[in-house]
T-cell receptor
Framework: KNEVEQSPQNLTAQEGEFITINCSYS?????LHWLQQHPGGGIVSLFM???GKKKHGRLIATINIQEKHSSLHITASHPRDSAVYIC???????????FGQGTRLTINP | DAGVIQSPRHEVTEMGQEVTLRCKPI?????LFWYRQTMMRGLELLIY????????DSGMPEDRFSAKMPNASFSTLKIQPSEPRDSAVYFC??????????????FGEGSRLTVL
């Protein structure tokens, strides 16, 4: 079993839909990152969080430390949101990130 | 700020050749990471440096891989000799660790390596 599990692996939705991507992890962490990677592109850090909730525009990330679970939400999804979203956790006292396998999101117009 | 700068963006080489990938981290960042991304294995950490010193190289696949960071503004990842299974996208990332070691990570655009 991987230390970081994401679901779903693939998600296709229509423009405007509310999107949720989930991440579960099995180790104690100091921080959790959500990353975005467009096809053939680089990787962008969307959020880094260790508790509670963060919001940037249409993106919201939440984390429940007790349940070892995080969610990434996209409101009013748009085709430009189509990308792979990667969850990564940083262990306590560590700098290494352990990555999930990624969720491929496709938003159709 | 220019962000993390990697070169080359694309490299095609023949098996057995030496490959050198380069990275310039964001000024002021004290952590530098080298990652490899493949379809089969996703993102994997190869090695990371703190204040130019290698801290953890347990992800380096074998002796054919080496990494250096001679100063705070430059790092190299070298593969010698290269093999087709080394074909991947290699990402460099940097962060500022600060006092709590929870620095946000900034990635370069990646170097896509193809070994024929």
């Amino acid at each position: 079993k991987n230390e970081v599990e994401q679901s779903p692996q693939n998600l296709t939705a229509q423009e405007g839909e509310f999107i949720t991507i989930n991440c579960s992890y099995s180790v104690g962490i100091s921080a959790l990152h959500w990353l975005q990677q467009h096809p053939g592109g680089g990787i962008v850090s969307l959020f880094m969080l260790s508790s509670g909730k963060k919001k940037h525009g249409r993106l919201i990330a939440t984390i429940n430390i007790q349940e070892k679970h995080s969610s990434l939400h996209i409101t009013a999804s748009h085709p430009r949101d189509s990308a792979v979203y990667i969850c990564a956790v940083r262990g306590q006292g560590a700098q290494k990130l352990v990555f999930g396998q990624g969720t491929r999101l496709t938003i159709n117009p | 700020d220019a962000g993390v700068i990697q070169s080359p963006r694309h490299e095609v080489t023949e098996m057995g050749q030496e490959v050198t990938l380069r990275c310039k981290p964001i000024s002021g960042h004290d952590y530098l990471f080298w990652y490899r991304q493949t379809m089969m294995r996703g993102l994997e950490l190869l090695i990371y440096f703190n204040n130019n010193v290698p801290i953890d190289d347990s992800g380096m696949p074998e002796d054919r891989f080496s990494a250096k960071m001679p100063n705070a503004s430059f790092s190299t990842l070298k593969i010698q000799p290269s093999e087709p299974r080394d074909s991947a996208v290699y990402f460099c990332a940097s962060s500022y660790g600060g006092a709590v070691h929870t620095g946000e990570l900034f990635f370069g655009e990646g170097s896509r390596l193809t070994v024929l």
